[in-house]
């Protein structure tokens, strides 16, 4: 009989790296698949040009973790799409702004494509049951593969024990008996196979998504509460720099270091900016027209945000520009205006 074939949908994770290892030691013919959604935390600290604590860069943990398991892995691009899915949600949203069971269907259906192309026989997963309490009840798992068009195709080693038998395991392609029962938050089980097995993992392990943010998701609510939309641009901004709403209406993202300087620097050509020009400062993207009187408040928020000394700047809105002495503002004028997770900002469905 020919060997078998499965797709692994690999985050880089602990959990997807034991989903491989548990189909290796079965004998299954595995190629790892990674979604890029263009809401990855560690992803977006690279292009940052962010290192680690220790110095550090920050790599693909997916492309790590498939270099540890030695397995062929696709990087699969579906940001451009998956922003529609972010504004609109079929099946809501988490705690967040995080449509987790309609990203894991989307991601699912292009799995689906892959594995009917290239001849594959199933497609697995690192999920665990009850790890994550809006997308893993056996409810949400169950529906995921119904939408997917992937009903008993889809394996979680690590929860299968605890699941229907799966088609890979009614035909005898995996043995049942040597997959896992793991359920729950609890890290244990899966901490000694990483030891049993060698494999390397970030600790603590965290989402890698910025839609779980609770700073994130607070401005991506005071933005389509304010401004009544959400741009494929605003999807993006949410994660970068200071965010502050001034009176007008009009708001202000301001770079925090020089990486965010360098990334905001690629949005002046769409949006209005305020500089110092007379030294070295940080940057502010303006989205949205600020009324008149507003423009020498933008100049001292640039003068406080660069090393809190008088600075010149230089302000661009349309084709207007403005050059202004900008004096640092103090911090308890600012601080009605910064948009991050308050308490009055709600913690979403």
Known sequence: MSKRKA???????????LAVKLLQEQGIEVKALHFYTGFCVTEFKRRLGQTKEDGTPYENPALKAAAQLQVPIEIVDISKDYYKVVLNPK?????????????????????????????????????????????????????????????????????AKLLPPTVPEKEGWVDRSKLLGIKGRSRKVQMALAKKYGLEYEQPAGGCCYLTDETYAARFKEA??????????????????????????????????????????????????????????????????????????????????????????????????????????????????????????????
């Open 7 to 17: 797709l692994v949908l690999l985050s880089g994770g602990l959990d997807s790296s």
């Open 91 to 159: 099946f809501g949203y988490g705690k967040n702004v995080n449509p987790c069971v309609d990203c894991r269907i989307m991601m699912l259906r292009k799995a689906k494509e892959i594995m009917e192309k290239e001849g594959y026989d199933f497609i697995a997963t690192g999920e665990v049951l009850y790890q994550r309490p809006m997308s893993q009840t056996p409810e949400r798992l169950k529906l995921i593969e119904k939408e997917a068009g992937l009903e008993g195709l889809i394996l979680r080693p690590l929860s």
């Open 224 to 349: 389509y509460a304010t401004e009544g939309t959400i741009t494929p641009d605003d999807l993006t901004l949410f994660a970068v720099g200071r965010h502050l709403r001034l009176p007008s209406g009009a708001k202000l993202i301001v770079a925090r270091n020089e990486g965010e300087v360098n990334f905001l620097k690629g949005f002046t050509s769409r949006y209005g900016f305020a500089r110092r020009v007379d030294g070295k400062g940080t940057l502010a993207l303006i989205k949205g027209k600020p009324a008149e009187e507003e423009l020498q408040l933008i100049a001292d928020i640039v003068a406080r945000y660069s090393k809190r000394e008088p600075s010149k700047v230089l302000i661009k809105v349309g084709d207007k520009e403005h050059l202004l002495e900008g004096k640092p503002v103090s911090d308890e004028l600012i601080e009605p205006m910064k948009i991050y997770a308050k308490k009055e900002v709600g913690s979403g469905a």
